[in-house]
Nanobody
Framework: VQLQASGGGLVQAGGSLRLSCVASGRTFSSYSAAWFRQAPGRQREFVGEFPRGGSIDYANSVKGRFTISRDNSKNTVTLQMTSLKPEDTAIYYC???????????WGQGTLVTVSS
């Protein structure tokens, strides 16, 4: 499967943004999907995931503000971000995995910039 993320941009603090990730190739419904982000000078960190057959999970830093959803009929996973903060500024990556492996399929990333 190949992943293509989009939807990043510049938004003011308190605003909202919606990221989308479209998968092509094999049946996306067989994969768990997740979002990660990497801020300048920092390591990539987990944002949230929508596992195949499991429970949606979020990083504590985004709980209550971000929502992950997926539409397997459209091979799409979406990250709805609200109440954005400057510290949410990062490149956001969608990722996928089969089974219980680590996330090893990555999209190209989309930049989110939150101004104060």
């Amino acid at each position: 499967v190949q992943l293509q993320a989009s939807g990043g941009g510049l938004v003011q603090a308190g605003g909202s943004l919606r990221l989308s990730c479209v998968a092509s190739g094999r049946t996306f419904s067989s994969y768990s999907a997740a979002w990660f982000r990497q801020a300048p000078g920092r390591q990539r960190e987990f944002v949230g995931e929508f596992p195949r057959g499991g429970s949606i999970d979020y990083a504590n830093s985004v709980k209550g503000r971000f929502t992950i959803s997926r539409d397997n009929s459209k091979n799409t996973v979406t990250l709805q971000m609200t109440s954005l903060k400057p510290e949410d500024t990062a490149i956001y990556y969608c990722a996928a995995r089969l089974g219980l492996t680590q996330y090893n399929i990555w999209g190209q990333g989309t930049l989110v910039t939150v101004s104060s």
